[in-house]
């Protein structure tokens, strides 16, 4: 999983009650060849013994085209770390799902590459960890990755399937925004999202190394707004901000159980990626539920879908329909309840521990990374 | 490398990419462009013209048949056809 942006929502015309999924984000691993320390897995990562075979995954992608999802987004872990990546492009696109492939871009060679294509890839999304070598080996933890994504973008290209460039941008590597999107440039992906780290899972444990200044956000912001200028109509920039430092929350997913469904590798079905983070609520599973069954009846699905959850000042706000009370593992993790207004919003009663934190974490002493690694998510979880 | 904007004039010939799909979504009764991570929602006239970017007709010929299919003056059509293909080709999800 190397996305960053649970804010970024497809465009589309705001309606009421949501009868259907828009996307599916299909978590297929949690092996992964990278170690980026804001991983948006959960710390406690799957084992590969523990992953859904590929009858079942098949039957998922069934079943989310049935409930009326539009695209799926493949990803992990590192999704081609799954032999079985053919089939499932192939039954998304037999099922009317436009693919997404979200990759580190490493373990394909241009074989693999023609064969994920023919099978009716439609988009690759992939994430580099700086615009250089070093720094993206080092932050990936994956020596010869950078040269390794090059050749990879160059093979996407060559065959014709959009690419876009995915930058997850923190503290380390802001001072290269630019020339990250020079790079994004030069290897002629058509989108580029910079998104800065969200501080859940993994980046929440390393955020004191990875939290950015808010001087560098807002230089990190006249950069994006400069080069939207400058780059429009060759490069669609998307930009993902740290709610740290703002004064509203962002429409998490589009809304609790409004647009998405996520299904981890062991078949957990979740309102979003990053949702195990919030250890009050329990969650079904496929195959032992229907996706239908899920989507509309959950108790994880229906606790913060709409707005009649929402406490005060929320549920008398303008807004609520516009950031549908922003993000619940966020409120968990700050305030230790996924019941409360999200500490990024000016009007939560929390909003300034949460600027403290930033403040204090940005300026942290070190610059060292704990790795995300299934052994070290073992000690965590334990300790 | 230097790449630059497409703009587009009379004479483009616009066509969707890899990539970029257009789907009858049944269950929401709405036509849409399915791109990179995007969903677009098509109106009737927004469909009905970007159904003809096939990599065929240019955008003048474009603007003709819809002129004449919705008997409505042609650089009024034309104005239209441009303003959305030049938006569509911004977000690059059409080639000309």
Not at chain 1, 70 to 79: A, D, R, V, Y
């Amino acid at each position: 999983m190397t996305s960053q942006s649970p804010a970024t929502a497809p465009d589309i015309k705001p309606g009421t009650a949501p009868a259907f999924p828009l996307a599916i984000l299909a978590e297929l691993t949690h092996r992964c060849p990278l170690q980026c320390p804001y991983c948006s897995n959960p710390v406690a990562l799957e084992a590969a013994s523990a992953e859904l075979d590929t009858q079942t995954w098949l039957k998922a992608i069934e079943e989310a085209a049935d409930l009326g999802a539009l695209q799926i987004h493949l990803s992990g872990g590192e999704p081609t770390s799954r032999k079985d990546l053919e089939l499932l492009i192939a039954k998304a696109n037999e099922v009317g799902l436009y693919s997404n492939l979200i990759t580190a871009g490493v373990l394909v060679g241009e074989d693999r590459l023609n064969s994920l294509s023919d099978a009716g890839l439609d988009h690759v999304q992939l994430s580099f960890q700086d615009s250089e070598a070093a720094g993206c080996d080092r932050i990936g933890g994956f020596k010869g990755g950078f040269e390794k994504k090059l050749a990879f973008a160059d093979s996407v290209n060559a065959l014709g399937i959009p690419l876009t460039v995915n930058m997850v941008v923190h503290r380390q590597n802001l001072g290269n925004l630019e020339s990250m999107l020079e790079l994004a440039v030069k290897l002629s992906a058509r989108r580029v999202e910079i998104a800065h780290v969200q501080y859940y899972g993994w980046a929440y444990v390393n955020r004191a190394a990875l939290m950015p200044t808010r001087e560098q956000l807002e230089r990190a912001t006249e950069i994006v707004e400069a080069a939207r200028e400058d780059l429009k109509g060759i490069l669609v920039i998307d930009y993902v901000v740290p709610d740290y430092y703002a004064q509203r929350p962002k429409s998490c997913m589009g809304g609790w159980g409004q647009q998405f469904l996520n299904i981890s590798p062991a078949g957990k079905v979740l309102p979003c990626h990053a949702a195990e983070s919030i250890t009050s609520l329990s969650f079904d599973r496929f195959p032992e539920k229907s996706l239908r069954e899920i989507w509309e009846s959950s108790e994880a699905f229906l606790k913060y879908r709409g707005t009649d959850w929402m406490p005060e000042p929320c549920r008398g706000c303008e807004r609520r329909e516009i950031d549908w009370g922003g993000c619940r593992c966020q409120a968990f993790a700050i305030t230790g309840s996924a019941d409360n207004v999200d500490p990024a919003c000016v009007l939560s009663p929390d909003h300034a521990l949460l600027q403290a934190l930033a403040e204090e974490d940005s300026h942290g002493q070190s610059d060292d990374f704990l790795y995300r690694t299934r052994r070290a998510g073992l000690e965590l979880e334990g300790a | 490398m230097t790449v630059e904007r497409i703009e587009i004039t009379e004479t483009s010939v616009p066509a969707l990419p890899r990539g970029v799909k257009l789907r009858f979504d049944k269950q929401r009764d709405q036509w849409v462009l399915l791109a990179p991570e995007r969903l677009f929602v098509l109106d009737n006239i927004a469909l009905e013209i970007v159904k003809r970017c096939k990599g065929e007709a240019n955008i003048d010929a474009i603007a003709e048949d819809l002129a004449k299919n919705f008997s409505a003056p042609k650089d009024v059509v034309l104005k239209d056809v441009i303003a959305l293909l030049q938006d569509l080709s911004d977000k690059r999800i059409l080639t000309a």
